[in-house]
């Protein structure tokens, strides 16, 4: 069976911001093909590298987020070049792009000219701050989108600056959310014959993760703080990221429907190690509110929670949760995660092939899917990330242009 | 004004941001989505600030309604069998559903994707919880926080010698409402194409980790294990924030700045003039930065002190570079790009009067998202839609009304 993004061909012209968003519509099905300038995308050079060899094709950045994609090497800002991608942007249903606002259009290539080339094409430009707005055209990138999005301010430790992922997050939720604009795109085309520009700001999508907190300011007057391993509530702070033996855990000391069975089996699994208080263990849990304990009440509960955590170990401890439903989590890193039972059951990891003989174990499927008969419609990594100008000539060829072409091309530098 | 799902009828169950945030994208772009609540069990945000005697009471909670605009809800009881009954014949007239509980609850119900699919061979569902329908764990409950933790961004955000904090907001909650949106719509679009149906089973921290491929991937290349390093980069230095001159009401501002090469760095030396300290060959190069890190913040912080932060940032974008003021979360209903792209509207709620809600960050040329109410009460709609859309007899709804089951 094919996936959902089956036939759907797109030119991925994207640097950094926007490999994931390639990525996951090709991992969907999509026939994807990433369009580099001929020496190559910045990211193919830039460590850490697969063994550490630096020779353009295994920069861990970019074999994690260019996988089910073919490469081509093309110089658009040839007019040669730029009437080959106008050529083949006329077989394209989707173009992805990160350039600054207005690069693509002074080559020839900007929503117009794609627009009256292919009406139905769908172009989706992921961009720091957007296409048009008094910030169009400043630079950007993960730290300075996240540091104005509000989320930035609240995270970390209210001693010390604000302070990021290690990780450029903003770059996953702004791919993410071209995913979900084109998949939107693809079906108000089916109405309406024609394809749209969809303008993605990384600020923008880095709002939204402030959970509701943005729009709230605007009502309860809380601009946001940052609180470290903690959380506010209304009262009291209370403690949200613990240490244990080995490690960290996820731990909260929230109330409600879905929480409380929880709370109360931990003290259980406590009390079987002699480290609950008869006040912990005869507690009212039934009444139990989080928004009306004082800090003194957090306190007090904190440090025999806290007490006990340190007592057992990472996996100790997410054993134990998965066994009994407890709401705990070790903040574990990727040698745990690659080891996860969890994730052996589903299938999760794959051995990607390279064209070396070798393989490597990636994070595969982002869901599961399945019809009524019980077969899948796979959500699978298609091929490895590619080599620097792998699939020039054939994707060339595929899409019309003779031999001739490709070579008068090559010969006037456009394709490397 | 037509938008893209205006012929989208949606039935929701579950809460928090993870499964509702998902159902907004459509119901943004014209499609009725159909939350079932109940006042037995109510959606833990409107639980989360709650306490006996609030005003409003459950129709109270700030989240809930910044984060459910433009849906409609229905309350049934689905403790009651004659509501479980009700969510059924819901269920088999929308047009797809959408459900984040834990495994098992939905299969309880008799509303799971292998029960419903029987009667309604085209389904198309969704269900998004902590670790997936199937395998050992599937069954372990959390929330983001724990979601965050074990998909490794809770170990990556933070400073190498203190404790992980995890990025603010749980980001696992922000991340699979987006899956969860790009999911169901490439299945609408290929049942509009094929005539099939789809069950799509949506674990949250897949999603994450799938999201961390670059972490996850340096492990099993090189054995590398990555970890906090603050606002530092590999590739870049400066790379972080810097202090500036607080606010006129002692509130700490901060401003972001990336040099990211060679180039950037000499532009920045010129901007700041050519102090001593900035002009040394040694630093002329990223490797020779990294190694004096320590000492070039702390030189560009005795610097940034003084300054405005918005006034910095604007001057450094003149010169170039790649610099933001941090802004806290009042700042955003000020910030001139945000307002440009309309990211707030407004919205009208009986019970928290006019606020801000959010719009997504896509603007589509054709159809853009709007917002066009605020979040409902529970059980708002519960007459609207059962016996105008449901085409209940009149006779019916009131016999559920007095048994108690439309609650």
Same mark, same amino acid.
Request: glycine share 10%; net charge neutral; aromatic share 8%.
């Given at each position: 069976?094919?996936?959902?993004?089956?036939?759907?061909?797109?030119l991925d012209l994207t640097h950094?911001?926007?490999?994931?968003?390639?990525?996951?519509?090709?991992?969907?099905?999509?026939?994807?093909v990433k369009v580099e300038p001929p020496g190559g995308d910045p990211a193919r050079r830039?460590?850490?590298?697969?063994?550490?060899?630096?020779?353009g094709n295994?920069?861990?950045?970019w074999?994690?987020?260019n996988?089910?994609k073919r490469a081509i090497t093309l110089d658009w800002t040839q007019?040669a070049g730029r009437?080959a991608l106008?050529?083949l942007?006329?077989?394209?249903?989707?173009?992805?792009?990160?350039?600054?606002?207005?690069?693509?259009?002074?080559?020839?290539?900007?929503?117009?000219?794609?627009?009256?080339?292919?009406?139905?094409?769908?172009?989706?430009?992921?961009?720091?701050?957007?296409?048009?707005?008094?910030?169009?055209?400043?630079?950007?990138?993960?730290?300075?989108?996240?540091?104005?999005?509000?989320?930035?301010?609240?995270?970390?430790?209210?001693?010390?600056?604000?302070?990021?992922?290690?990780?450029?997050?903003?770059?996953?939720?702004?791919?993410?959310?071209?995913?979900?604009?084109?998949?939107?795109?693809?079906?108000?085309?089916?109405?309406?014959?024609?394809?749209?520009?969809?303008?993605?700001?990384?600020?923008?999508?880095?709002?939204?993760?402030?959970?509701?907190?943005?729009?709230?300011?605007?009502?309860?007057?809380?601009?946001?703080?940052?609180? %470290? /391993? $903690? !959380?506010?509530?209304?009262?009291?702070?209370?403690?949200?990221?613990?240490? *244990? @033996?080995?490690?960290?855990?996820?731990?909260?000391?929230?109330?409600?429907?879905?929480?409380?069975?929880?709370?109360?089996?931990?003290?259980?699994?406590?009390?079987?190690?002699?480290?609950?208080?008869?006040?912990?263990?005869?507690?009212?849990?039934?009444?139990?509110?989080?928004?009306?304990?004082?800090?003194?009440?957090?306190?007090?509960?904190?440090?025999?929670? %806290? /007490? $006990? !955590?340190?007592?057992?170990?990472?996996?100790?401890?997410?054993?134990?949760? *998965? @066994?009994?439903?407890?709401?705990?989590?070790?903040?574990?890193?990727?040698?745990?995660?690659?080891?996860?039972?969890?994730?052996?059951?589903?299938?999760?990891?794959?051995?990607?092939?390279?064209?070396?003989?070798?393989?490597?174990?990636?994070?595969?499927?982002?869901?599961?899917?399945?019809?009524?008969?019980?077969?899948?419609?796979?959500?699978?990594?298609?091929?490895?990330a590619p080599r620097l100008g792998e699939h020039t000539d054939e994707v060339l060829r595929?899409r019309?242009f003779?031999?001739?072409?490709i070579?008068?091309l090559r010969a006037a530098g456009v394709l490397g | 004004?037509?938008?893209?799902?205006?012929?989208?009828?949606?039935?929701?169950?579950?809460?928090?941001?993870?499964?509702?945030?998902?159902?907004?994208?459509?119901?943004?772009?014209?499609?009725?989505?159909?939350?079932?609540?109940?006042?037995?069990?109510?959606?833990?945000?409107?639980?989360?600030?709650?306490?006996?005697?609030?005003?409003?009471?459950?129709?109270?909670?700030?989240?809930?309604?910044?984060?459910?605009?433009?849906?409609?809800?229905?309350?049934?009881?689905?403790?009651?069998?004659?509501?479980?009954?009700?969510?059924?014949?819901?269920?088999?007239?929308?047009?797809?559903?959408?459900?984040?509980?834990?495994?098992?609850?939905?299969?309880?119900?008799?509303?799971?994707?292998?029960?419903?699919?029987?009667?309604?061979?085209?389904?198309?569902?969704?269900?998004?919880?902590?670790?997936?329908?199937?395998?050992?764990?599937?069954?372990?409950?959390?929330?983001?926080?724990?979601?965050?933790?074990?998909?490794?961004?809770?170990?990556?955000?933070?400073?190498?010698?203190?404790?992980?904090?995890?990025?603010?907001?749980?980001?696992?909650?922000?991340?699979?409402?987006?899956?969860?949106?790009?999911?169901?719509?490439?299945?609408?679009?290929?049942?509009?194409?094929?005539?099939?149906?789809?069950?799509?089973?949506?674990?949250?921290?897949?999603?994450?980790?799938?999201?961390?491929?670059?972490?996850?991937?340096?492990?099993?290349?090189?054995?590398?294990?990555?970890?906090?390093?603050?606002?530092?980069?590999?590739?870049?230095?400066?790379?972080?924030?810097?202090?500036?001159?607080?606010?006129?009401?002692?509130?700490?501002?901060?401003?972001?700045?990336?040099?990211?090469?060679?180039?950037?760095?000499?532009?920045?030396?010129?901007?700041?003039?050519?102090?001593?300290?900035?002009?040394?060959?040694?630093?002329?190069?990223?490797?020779?930065?990294?190694?004096?890190?320590?000492?070039?913040?702390?030189?560009?912080?005795?610097?940034?002190?003084?300054?405005?932060?918005?006034?910095?940032?604007?001057?450094?974008?003149?010169?170039?570079?790649?610099?933001?003021?941090?802004?806290?979360?009042?700042?955003?209903?000020?910030?001139?790009?945000?307002?440009?792209?309309?990211?707030?509207?407004?919205?009208?709620?009986?019970?928290?009067?006019?606020?801000?809600?959010?719009?997504?960050?896509?603007?589509?040329?054709?159809?853009?998202?709007?917002?066009?109410?605020?979040?409902?009460?529970?059980?708002?709609?519960?007459?609207?839609?059962?016996?105008?859309?449901?085409?209940?007899?009149?006779?019916?709804?009131?016999?559920?009304?007095?048994?108690?089951?439309?609650?």
């Amino acid at each position: 069976m094919l996936g959902n993004l089956s036939g759907v061909r797109v030119l991925d012209l994207t640097h950094e911001p926007g490999f994931f968003a390639g990525k996951l519509l090709g991992d969907m099905g999509a026939d994807v093909v990433k369009v580099e300038p001929p020496g190559g995308d910045p990211a193919r050079r830039r460590g850490p590298f697969w063994g550490g060899v630096d020779d353009g094709n295994r920069s861990i950045v970019w074999l994690a987020l260019n996988t089910s994609k073919r490469a081509i090497t093309l110089d658009w800002t040839q007019p040669a070049g730029r009437d080959a991608l106008l050529a083949l942007a006329a077989q394209a249903d989707v173009v992805l792009e990160t350039e600054r606002p207005g690069v693509l259009a002074a080559a020839g290539l900007g929503w117009a000219a794609l627009h009256a080339r292919n009406p139905r094409l769908i172009v989706v430009s992921i961009t720091p701050w957007g296409q048009t707005g008094p910030h169009a055209q400043w630079r950007g990138s993960d730290l300075t989108v996240i540091a104005a999005s509000g989320n930035l301010h609240c995270t970390g430790d209210p001693d010390r600056a604000p302070v990021r992922c290690s990780l450029p997050v903003s770059y996953y939720h702004g791919s993410l959310e071209a995913c979900v604009g084109v998949a939107f795109a693809l079906v108000s085309r089916e109405r309406t014959g024609r394809g749209q520009h969809l303008d993605v700001a990384l600020h923008d999508a880095m709002v939204m993760p402030n959970i509701a907190t943005a729009s709230m300011s605007k009502m309860t007057g809380n601009r946001g703080q940052r609180a %470290g /391993a $903690f !959380f506010r509530q209304s009262k009291s702070v209370q403690r949200e990221i613990w240490p *244990c @033996k080995d490690g960290f855990v996820s731990f909260a000391l929230r109330g409600g429907p879905a929480r409380v069975p929880g709370l109360v089996k931990m003290v259980q699994y406590m009390d079987e190690n002699g480290m609950a208080s008869e006040a912990l263990k005869t507690k009212d849990w039934k009444a139990y509110n989080h928004n009306l304990l004082t800090q003194a009440e957090v306190d007090a509960l904190s440090a025999e929670f %806290g /007490a $006990f !955590f340190k007592t057992k170990t990472m996996t100790e401890i997410f054993d134990r949760a *998965c @066994k009994e439903n407890l709401m705990i989590a070790p903040a574990i890193t990727a040698r745990e995660i690659a080891a996860s039972k969890q994730l052996a059951a589903r299938e999760f990891f794959i051995d990607v092939p390279y064209p070396d003989g070798t393989s490597l174990r990636q994070p595969g499927a982002f869901a599961l899917t399945t019809a009524k008969d019980g077969v899948t419609t796979p959500i699978r990594v298609q091929r490895a990330a590619p080599r620097l100008g792998e699939h020039t000539d054939e994707v060339l060829r595929e899409r019309g242009f003779s031999s001739d072409q490709i070579t008068t091309l090559r010969a006037a530098g456009v394709l490397g | 004004m037509s938008n893209i799902f205006d012929d989208l009828t949606i039935l929701e169950f579950g809460g928090g941001a993870a499964g509702p945030v998902a159902t907004r994208y459509f119901a943004d772009h014209g499609a009725t989505v159909i939350r079932v609540e109940s006042k037995q069990r109510p959606d833990f945000l409107r639980l989360l600030k709650f306490v006996p005697g609030l005003a409003g009471g459950l129709d109270a909670a700030e989240h809930f309604g910044v984060l459910n605009a433009n849906k409609r809800s229905v309350a049934i009881n689905m403790a009651n069998p004659r509501g479980i009954e009700v969510a059924k014949r819901l269920a088999l007239w929308a047009d797809c559903i959408a459900e984040n509980f834990a495994p098992g609850a939905m299969k309880k119900w008799g509303l799971d994707y292998a029960t419903l699919v029987k009667e309604r061979p085209d389904l198309v569902m969704i269900s998004t919880c902590l670790n997936g329908q199937t395998g050992p764990e599937r069954f372990y409950p959390g929330f983001g926080g724990q979601g965050s933790a074990l998909s490794g961004f809770n170990h990556l955000t933070g400073w190498p010698d203190r404790e992980p904090v995890g990025p603010y907001g749980t980001i696992t909650d922000s991340l699979s409402p987006r899956y969860a949106a790009f999911l169901l719509a490439s299945a609408l679009w290929r049942r509009t194409r094929t005539g099939e149906g789809q069950y799509i089973d949506l674990s949250q921290v897949e999603g994450g980790i799938v999201c961390l491929s670059e972490s996850l991937l340096g492990f099993a290349a090189n054995g590398e294990v990555l970890e906090r390093m603050g606002n530092r980069s590999r590739h870049a230095a400066p790379h972080g924030l810097f202090r500036c001159r607080d606010h006129a009401d002692g509130r700490e501002r901060w401003l972001a700045l990336a040099i990211h090469d060679d180039t950037d760095w000499a532009t920045l030396v010129d901007f700041l003039g050519r102090p001593a300290w900035a002009v040394a060959p040694a630093l002329a190069t990223v490797d020779g930065r990294q190694a004096q890190v320590d000492q070039l913040e702390t030189e560009l912080s005795a610097y940034t002190r003084t300054q405005d932060h918005r006034d910095l940032a604007l001057r450094l974008q003149s010169a170039g570079l790649d610099a933001a003021a941090v802004n806290d979360l009042g700042d955003l209903h000020a910030d001139g790009q945000l307002l440009h792209r309309g990211h707030f509207g407004l919205v009208d709620h009986a019970v928290l009067g006019r606020h801000p809600a959010e719009r997504h960050a896509i603007r589509f040329s054709e159809t853009d998202p709007v917002l066009h109410k605020a979040a409902p009460l529970l059980g708002e709609d519960t007459e609207y839609v059962l016996r105008e859309r449901l085409q209940m007899s009149a006779s019916e709804y009131q016999s559920l009304l007095d048994d108690g089951v439309l609650q």
